[in-house]
Nanobody, 115 residues
Framework: QVQLVESGGGLVQAGGSLRLSCEAS????????MGWYRQAPGKEREVVAT???????NYADSVKGRFAISRDNAKKSVYLQMDSLKPEDTAVYYC?????????WGPGTQVTVSS
């Protein structure tokens, strides 16, 4: 069984930066697409950014130009660099990995942006 473990969340002032990391617990599984999603209180979970195994990326319009997703295939890891953070970015951030037969999620990490 492979699990995802996130790190890097926390409290930051508006305009600040955070870097989220997510690593798979086992390295022998093939991982296809990876991504970051977020869920704010009272709202549905939404996609933030995704990245294919070849490095092609997609971003939600709300984070384009501010966030950057990257991955290290050897480490089975995905990262999210978040700059120019806004209070509306406050949410629990989840990483996601598409395996051959299923999709798995991390437990989430809280990001809070104060105004």
């Amino acid at each position: 069984q492979v699990q995802l473990v996130e790190s890097g969340g926390g409290l930051v002032q508006a305009g600040g930066s955070l870097r989220l990391s997510c690593e798979a617990s086992r390295k022998t599984f093939r991982i296809k697409d990876m991504g970051w999603y977020r869920q704010a209180p009272g709202k549905e979970r939404e996609v933030v950014a995704t990245i294919t195994s070849d490095g092609a990326t997609n971003y939600a319009d709300s984070v384009k130009g501010r966030f950057a997703i990257s991955r290290d295939n050897a480490k089975k890891s995905v990262y999210l660099q978040m700059d120019s953070l806004k209070p509306e970015d406050t949410a629990v951030y989840y990483c996601n990995a598409e395996l051959v037969f299923n999709t798995i999620w991390g437990p989430g990490t809280q990001v809070t942006v104060s105004s």
